[in-house]
Structure formats: C-alpha cells, structure tokens
C-alpha cells in the first residue's frame, strides 16, 4: 500500500484528545470553556496537517482505511467517531 497513512494510524486522527468534545453543560464553567477553546486552537495545526495528509489521499487509498472522501471534513467530529466505533462492534 502506497498511502502514508495506515488504517492502524487512524486512531490518531480520531482520538479522543483531538476531539471538541466538552463535559456536559451543567458542568461546564468559564475556566472549563477556555479550557477547551484553548486546548482547540493548540491542536489546530495537528488537525490541519492531518486534514492535509487526507486530502493528498486517492480515493483507493481513502476507501483502504474505511473513509471516502466526503468523510474527510467530519474527521475531527466526535459524533462520527461514535458512529465509526458503534459500526464496528456490530460488525
């Protein structure tokens, strides 16, 4: 396979630490709030390298690590994350 990244190296693209994902509402102060805003904008440049790596994908090498590119964008989403996990236990 010719893709610099491998489907065992989609899990740094998903992670739970890149997410956007926040505490829920009821717990979520004006610290928590920075917190979080500032933990994004410290990942950004990871994100943006890994959008970059995606994008330089065929779409045989986007389908090898079970992505399309239309799937390229939502990366970073914590709800297709789950989506993607809960897919995969059923199977």
Do not use: C, N, Y
Not at 46 to 70: F, N, P, W
């Amino acid at each position: 396979m010719t893709a610099p990244v491998a489907k065992a190296e989609l899990a740094f693209f998903v992670s739970d630490r890149m997410s956007l994902a926040a505490p829920p509402a009821a717990r979520r102060g004006p610290l928590t709030v920075l917190l979080v805003a500032l933990r994004w904008l410290a990942e950004l440049p990871r994100r943006q390298v890994a959008m970059d790596e995606l994008k330089g994908l065929t779409d045989h090498e986007l389908a090898d690590i079970g992505l399309s590119r239309a799937d390229i964008h939502r990366v970073f989403d914590p709800r297709f994350t789950a989506e993607r996990r809960a897919a995969e236990q059923v199977i």
